[in-house]
Nanobody
């Protein structure tokens, strides 16, 4: 059974930083693309792609809204991926989900990811 466990959410003031981690068990970690999606608090907004990193850790892709502020990395010796979030804004508030899949064909589409973490709340206050 594949399990993704997220840590690191919390509350921070605008301009601050947070780092989320996602540890995977039950699957060869280096074979997985690791990504993050977020669910904004507004009910009429869909869950949105944040970013993704490939299995080897050399290729990343980010949503335009977080480019230059967020960084995804991974440590394949620890079966863990990270989302470093800097210069946080109020619009970054939401529940952040770690996702994983061995071969997502469309990186920005949540349906492409088979495995999901439980989600962790990030709240940015202005």
């Amino acid at each position: 059974q594949v399990r993704l466990v997220e840590l690191g959410g919390g509350s921070v003031q605008a301009g601050g930083s947070l780092r989320l981690s996602c540890t995977v068990s039950g699957r060869t970690f280096s074979s997985l693309f690791m990504g993050w999606f977020r669910q904004p608090p507004e009910k009429d907004r869909d869950r949105e792609f944040v970013g993704v990193i490939n299995g080897g850790g050399r290729s990343t892709s980010y949503a335009d809204s977080v480019k230059g502020r967020f960084t995804i990395s991974r440590d394949n010796t620890k079966n863990t991926a990270y989302l470093q979030m800097n210069s946080l804004k109020g619009e970054d508030t939401g529940v952040y989900y770690c996702v994983a899949d061995p071969n997502p064909h469309g990186l920005v589409y949540e349906a492409e990811y088979e495995y999901w973490g439980q989600g962790t709340q990030v709240t940015v206050s202005s």
